[in-house]
T-cell receptor, first 113, second 118 residues
Framework: AQKVTQAQTEISVVEKEDVTLDCVYE???????LFWYKQPPSGELVFLIR??????QNEISGRYSWNFQKSTSSFNFTITASQVVDSAVYFC??????????FGKGTRLSVIA | SAVISQKPSRDICQRGTSLTIQCQVD?????MFWYRQQPGQSLTLIAT?????????ESGFVIDKFPISRPNLTFSTLTVSNMSPEDSSIYLC???????????????FGPGTRLTVL
């Protein structure tokens, strides 16, 4: 069985601060995929990143970066110099092989101007 | 990436009635799923919609309550039957594209159907 834990329910930061959203996963499969999605107040799910279990390179995309560590089963997401538009609920998700995504409970990020 | 549309985008329904939600994808996709997101909660998988056969339901979800059809590779429907206020949720259609020999997986979501049951 797969499981995703996002221990942070809500985070509030002041604009321009850096913030890290934690994600810890559990799976017995050796091949799996990790995802991050953003859900702004409008409700749609926005795909941010997919990482497969064989690629432990960290990734940076603009102000976003992801730290994948198999040793600790974590796939954390950092936003640098946060902006008000980053306010949303962020979901971490896991899929082993071709199984459907299993989602964490989400972290609600509020960025205050 | 696949473009997914859902109809209706939102509805308000009376207790005891049923609503059918449609999901249309602009390309043929291998896998289609239906998720539910209750207010303030995460996404929970209802079922995998299988083309030409019965859907595969997750624990806690049954066909009588959530009948699903998938007549082809681009279309699926989810019916919420005999609704109660507890069914008030966002229902999302999702598709998985399998690409390449390395099994790259992309999963995309429709805009959702916001259902309120009075």
């Amino acid at each position: 069985a797969q499981k995703v834990t996002q221990a942070q329910t809500e985070i509030s930061v002041v604009e321009k601060e850096d913030v890290t959203l934690d994600c810890v996963y559990e799976t017995r499969d050796t091949t799996y995929y990790l995802f991050w999605y953003k859900q702004p107040p409008s409700g749609e799910l926005v795909f941010l990143i997919r990482r497969n279990s064989f690629d432990e390179q960290n990734e940076i995309s603009g102000r976003y970066s992801w730290n994948f560590q198999k040793s600790t089963s974590s796939f954390n997401f950092t936003i640098t110099a946060s902006q008000v538009v980053d306010s949303a609920v962020y979901f971490c998700a896991l899929s082993a092989g071709n199984t459907p995504l299993v989602f964490g409970k989400g972290t609600r990020l509020s960025v205050i101007a | 990436s696949a473009v997914i549309s859902q109809k209706p985008s939102r509805d308000i329904c009376q207790r005891g009635t049923s609503l059918t939600i449609q999901c249309q994808v602009d390309s043929q996709v291998t896998m289609m799923f239906w998720y539910r997101q209750q207010p303030g909660q995460s996404l929970t998988l209802i079922a995998t919609a299988n083309q030409g056969s019965e859907a595969t339901y997750e624990s806690g979800f049954v066909i009588d309550k959530f009948p699903i059809s998938r007549p082809n590779l681009t279309f699926s429907t989810l019916t919420v039957s005999n609704m109660s206020p507890e069914d008030s949720s966002i229902y999302l259609c999702s598709v998985r594209e399998l690409a390449g020999g390395q099994g790259h997986n992309e999963q995309f979501f429709g805009p959702g159907t916001r259902l309120t049951v009075l």
